[in-house]
C-alpha cells in the first residue's frame, strides 16, 4: 500500500460536543462510578466547574478523528497522550491529528483537542499501520500453512 501522506498533512478536524447526557451514558457503559462525571453538585463540591468529561472519552475522540479519516485500510497500533487540561460539560471540543513521521508503511501523527477558547486540553501521538492484508476486524490473515 502506499501512503498517500506526507509528514505536515492535517488529518480533516473532528467536532465533537460532550454533554452531561453522554457523560451519564458513558460512565453506565464502561462501569465508571465517579460521581465527577454524572453527579453536577458533587463534582462542584469537589472543585470543579462542572460534570468533568472522562479522559478516556477524550482519547477515544482524538482516535476517532484518525479513524474516521484514514478508514479501515489502517490500524492503530499504538498510542500515547496526556491530559493538559480537565473539561467540564458542555463543552465543544475539535480533535486534530497531524502526520510527524512516516516509515515503511507507518505513519506517526499528532494528536490535539482544542478548545473554543483556543487552548490545547490534551495532546498525544498515534502510530498507524496500513491494514493491507489484514481482515476487516484488524487481524492478520493466515495462510494454511501457519495455521498447520
Known amino acids: 500500500m502506499s501512503i498517500n501522506y506526507q509528514v505536515g498533512d492535517t488529518l480533516p478536524r473532528l467536532k465533537h460536543t460532550a454533554t452531561t447526557f453522554q457523560l451519564f451514558r458513558y460512565s453506565a457503559v464502561t462501569w465508571n462510578p465517579h460521581r465527577i462525571h454524572f453527579d453536577e453538585p458533587y463534582a462542584r463540591e469537589e472543585g470543579h466547574g462542572g460534570l468533568v468529561v472522562h479522559s478516556h472519552l477524550r482519547a477515544a475522540l482524538a482516535l476517532r478523528c484518525v479513524t474516521e479519516a484514514l478508514g479501515p485500510k489502517w490500524r492503530v497500533t499504538k498510542v500515547a497522550y496526556r491530559l493538559r487540561k480537565p473539561v467540564c460539560a458542555p463543552a465543544n471540543l475539535a480533535y486534530t491529528a497531524r502526520v510527524t ?23 498525544g501521538t498515534v502510530r498507524v499501520s496500513s491494514a493491507e492484508g489484514e481482515n476487516s476486524g484488524g487481524l492478520r490473515t493466515s495462510t494454511p500453512e501457519e495455521l498447520a
Open 101 to 123: 513521521h512516516i516509515e515503511g508503511d507507518s505513519m506517526t501523527l499528532e494528536l490535539a483537542e482544542e478548545h473554543p477558547s483556543g487552548e490545547v486540553g490534551f495532546e
